[in-house]
């Protein structure tokens, strides 16, 4: 059972760039849509797919204790494109079993050590902002954000940073005291830290 944290937020609000002081040699990235990282050095083992399958095959044969889904909100709305001519509820059907079987697969047949971190696009409904999906099956059927522990949002306020409570109008949520500020640096190694300090987790996977 591996740990599966949202990292949520609109274009631009630095959920990419939260990447950069990562170890390259502790990383497996998923890169959906192909796009460069942005910032030098982003030397991370990389698999450019928007298959979720192959996701989900490559997420349980991996050993590398921290994994990154890029641009998860494009894995719907690829599918989705690709099977726009489909008439019916079918591709929604499909679309939405993609991403059930990705965060089951973090869920149930990952190693106990690895930490999971799905960067993804917000969208605003109903005066909340949440996880960016296509149709409504998700959201009434499955809501994502309920299958994972944490959920960070980004936040820009004279610089840019992660908000780690929530205040009733996003679904963002963490463990109980595993962080002290509301807000806490846009930087997803400071996150990775708590969370192996909170969980005792060996940072690289080793003696796992």
């Not at 059927?141 to 959920?151: F, L, N």
């Not at 820009?156 to 463990?175: A, L």
């Not at 930087?187 to 796992?208: Q, R």
Request: hydrophobic residues 35%; negative net charge.
């Amino acid at each position: 059972m591996a740990i599966g944290a949202f990292i949520l937020g609109h274009s631009g609000s630095g959920k990419s760039f939260s990447l950069k002081n990562l170890d390259p040699n502790l990383v497996g990235f998923f890169n959906v849509v192909g796009k460069r990282l942005p910032f030098k050095g982003a030397n991370f083992k990389t698999v450019v797919t928007d298959n979720t399958d192959e996701i989900c095959y490559l997420l349980v044969k991996s050993k590398a204790p921290i994994i990154v889904i890029d641009d998860f909100q494009y894995l719907m709305s690829n599918r989705f494109m690709r099977d726009s001519d489909i008439k019916g509820f079918d591709k929604y059907t499909a679309n939405g079993k993609g991403i059930w079987n990705i965060l089951n697969t973090i869920n149930y047949h990952m190693k106990d050590y690895q930490r999971v971190y799905i960067l993804s696009h917000t969208d605003e409904v109903d005066g909340k902002t949440k996880l960016k999906t296509i149709g409504k099956m998700l959201d009434e059927k499955i809501t994502p954000e309920g299958m994972v522990g944490i959920v960070l949002q980004t936040h820009i306020d004279n610089g840019h940073y992660f908000i780690t409570q929530n205040n009733g109008h996003t679904t963002v949520k963490t463990p109980f005291e595993m962080f002290d500020d509301v807000l806490i640096p846009n930087d997803l190694n400071f996150v990775d830290d708590a969370i192996c300090d909170y969980y005792n987790i060996p940072k690289t996977g080793e003696n796992s």
